[in-house]
């Protein structure tokens, strides 16, 4: 009987306690909000930086935490750190926020604040503000005005700590600090605090910061511990080397970055090499850190330099998949190159991307310009709007510039002459997004492996361009009617995107690019054909024909049907009947899919199914901050049907086109069973939602009513190209390829 009183007692106690309610919610969901909250709740236990990086580190945040005063709880208060490039202040930045981050509660660290302005302006730093600070997953502000509102009433009094780093101008933190009376000071509740990261004391300074904190060199112990672990991978320097690491250091001064890099380049070379590297630090009398950098950059092979070149001119902060198919192109042995370049601490990697310090960017770009620092157009690369307006107002022939990554600056309003282009002979590489072009341009350079001009001013491409070389033509956005006449040899083109060209009347004859892997055609709203001979593409994977108006309904009737059923069709096409290949016809009663298993319950061949809807838009209504709508599978993860960036905008009839693998809708049986049941598969099309946002952040959504629905069987034998690349790496590609225009719309 006591035993049986204590748990009453306890189940008494249990039921008055608060928790989350989990009904009517998936599961998973609600696991992953309870363990993220218990893991902010007690704080990070094992720091997410590299352990080389925190050499010398306790210190300077036992001094910054100082600054901070974090015993009192009455005041906002704002710290600064400052310090050169590549000497450790996003390091100490981010040890000091994961030391306390805890404490607060809500809090965040902004990572880039230059990168992010630039990209999006002060719109992007208040969506990052507020999804990281308050887990918002589908945020949208549309003006800085609705942003401003929207981080004074969300972060109203709250105790925060925020950190913005790489702030590089006053007007980066304009809608945040402005002044010590501006918004966050007088909108965080007491107790919270902000850093501010920046090389430039005056912005602190400009900002009202309450202290700032300027971090030193490393001093001689710390600098010999980091430069161990780099040229030893250890925290000990072999006997014999501790003279010659002196020495090495002593060039250094307790640069961080430098010893990184400088150490790097040290590990498994022996006793001649180091004094070989020493006597190169000797020479140069100057002892300027960018000079220690280069010795690493001396010590590559050729490939390796251009590699290093190009990720410092053009691709920092990339995808590596997409930055390796790029130097691959051009010949620079990108699985080697990168390797070496991560070795040797001149990159690091991160979440899929390669990233350079902006330090080791600087002197990338300075080596390129060093031969001919006012001669643009004697450069090998160029990637300033400036650089590339003065390059062409002199119109002369060149050999030397073989790659052009030219993305416009919202204050440069020059048009750039054309015409200079047409005279480039060895161009690999040409890559510009909005920049106004005046004149006019008769040839391309027939070297040209990537093409992307996005606002392409022209109504064609030179007749004399012999594209043979191409991988990716993308002229998203132009003035562009015809690529042009007649039939290009094009063996290598992977990708071709014409979206949103709204003047295309003609679609390429690609019957020579029997490699194409994906093409875009969403939005060009005058495109009135499919050109037949994209039935020949048996590796095409995704067609985008979203919104293409004018296109006739019989072209998407009569596609061929192996190329539907091997291809990723993301299109929503206005089409009230389904095609006659689907060969299960039904009416939807309840505005559903329903798909009958049985067929294929003992058949081991099949491998997927392709669903076709015809639907219309029903009523409309408002929801605040919604999440997205899925369809529910019973047992087995959800899968989203997402009509988000589809442009349907009228109550005609619709058909949505999509296809599930056979492992969507499989399961294992109970333990003790050695087959695989199915699950029959009921699909709900509801609640779509139509991107389109009030000014009071409310979210537009539609039901969406289905009148009929069709569904084929995929087997073995329907496979004309590898059916798996729909669902596998190169997929993924694709899609990454392809939704930058649909971020940029």
């Known amino acids: 009987m006591e035993e049986v009183e204590r748990w009453r007692k306890a189940l008494t106690e249990m039921a008055n306690l608060s928790g989350w309610d989990v009904r009517n919610k998936p599961q998973y969901e609600q696991i992953e909000e309870i363990v993220e909250n218990i893991i902010n709740i007690l704080g990070p236990k094992i720091s997410n930086l590299p352990r080389g990086d925190l050499v010398g580190m306790e210190a300077r945040v036992e001094e910054l935490l100082r600054l901070l005063c974090l015993g009192s709880v009455t005041d906002v208060r704002v710290v600064g750190i400052s310090g050169m490039g590549g000497i450790g202040k996003t390091t100490l930045g981010r040890a000091l926020y994961e030391r306390i981050c805890h404490q607060y509660d809500y809090h965040c660290f902004i990572d880039d604040v230059s990168k992010i302005y630039q990209d999006s302006s002060s719109l992007g730093l208040q969506k990052q503000l507020i999804s990281q600070s308050l887990n918002e ?148 009398k100057s002892k300027n850190i960018m000079d220690v950098l280069r010795i690493s950059f001396d010590q590559l092979d050729e490939k390796e330099k251009e590699a290093f070149l190009d990720i410092a001119c053009f691709y920092n902060d990339y995808d590596e998949i997409e930055v390796k198919e790029i130097l691959n192109f051009r010949g620079f042995h990108p699985e080697d190159s990168i390797q070496v370049l991560f070795d040797k601490s001149l990159i690091t990697k991160k979440d899929g991307r390669i990233y350079m310090h902006g330090l080791l960017v600087d002197l990338g770009r300075c080596i390129v310009r060093e031969k001919s620092p006012k001669e643009p157009l004697k450069w090998s690369r160029l990637w300033t709007h400036e650089d590339l307006h003065n390059a062409m107002l002199k119109n002369e022939a060149t050999e030397n510039l073989e790659a052009i990554v030219v993305t416009t600056d919202s204050f440069w309003i020059h048009e750039t002459r054309a015409d200079g282009l047409s005279k480039i002979k060895h161009l690999k590489l040409l890559v510009i997004k909005d920049v106004r072009f005046s004149g006019s341009l008769s040839h391309l350079s027939n070297e040209l492996g990537y093409l992307i001009w996005k606002s392409y001013p022209f109504e064609c491409l030179p007749q004399s361009f012999e594209p043979h070389k191409l991988v990716e033509l993308n002229l998203s956005s132009s003035s562009i009617q015809r690529l042009w006449k007649g039939t ?130 029903g009523n409309e209504y408002d929801v605040r901050f919604p999440n997205p709508t899925y369809l529910q599978f019973p047992r087995i993860p959800k899968f989203p049907v997402d009509l988000r960036k589809d442009p349907v905008i009228d109550q005609s009839d619709h058909m949505k086109l999509f296809y599930f693998r056979r492992q969507d809708f499989t399961r294992p049986c109970w333990v003790g069973s050695d087959t695989r049941k199915f699950i029959s598969l009921k699909l709900r099309m509801e609640d779509i939602q139509i991107f389109h946002h009030d000014r009071l952040g409310y979210q537009k959504f539609v039901t969406v009513d289905v009148k009929k629905y069709g569904y084929r069987w995929v087997y073995e034998e329907d496979q004309q190209p590898n059916f798996t690349l729909m669902y596998g790496k190169n997929l993924t590609d694709l899609k990454r390829k392809f939704s930058v225009i649909e971020e940029n719309r």
Request: with cysteine; net charge neutral.
């Open 137 to 284: 997953k589908n945020l949208e502000i549309s003006n800085a005005f609705e942003g401003t509102c929207l981080v004074w009433s969300r972060l109203r009094n709250a105790r925060a700590l925020v950190v913005f780093d790489n702030v590089n101008e006053v007007e980066q933190l304009r809608m945040f600090t402005g002044n010590r009376d501006t918004l966050l000071r007088d909108c965080l509740g007491g107790g919270s605090r902000i850093i501010v990261v920046s090389r430039d004391e005056h912005i602190l300074k400009t900002h009202g910061v309450d202290d700032v904190y300027r971090v030193q060199p490393l001093n001689e112990g710390h600098a010999l511990q980091l430069f161990g672990k780099y040229a030893f991978k250890d925290n000990h320097t072999l006997w014999y080397y501790e003279m010659l690491a002196d020495d090495v250091l002593s060039h250094a001064q307790g640069h961080p970055l430098a010893i990184k890099v400088i150490g790097s380049s040290l590990f498994g070379r022996n006793m001649s090499q180091w004094k070989s590297v020493l006597a190169k630090l000797k020479e140069n």
């Open 488 to 617: 290009k040899l094009l063996p290598n083109l992977k990708f071709l995107d014409l979206s949103f060209s709204k003047k295309l009347v003609e679609m390429p004859d690609v019957a020579e690019a029997l490699n194409l892997e994906g093409i875009n055609l969403h939005g060009c709203i005058q495109l009135r054909n499919i050109n037949p001979s994209i039935g020949l593409l048996r590796k095409l994977v995704f067609l985008f024909l979203v919104d293409c108006k004018s296109l006739a309904t019989q072209q998407c009737k009569c596609l061929d049907a192996s190329i539907l059923l091997a291809t990723n069709i993301q299109s929503i096409i206005p089409e009230s009947e389904i095609p006659r290949w689907f060969n299960n016809q039904f009416v939807s009663m309840d505005n559903s899919i329903i798909i009958d298993p049985s067929p294929v319950t003992h058949d081991n061949n099949w491998i997927g199914v392709v669903c076709c809807a015809i639907f219309r838009l």
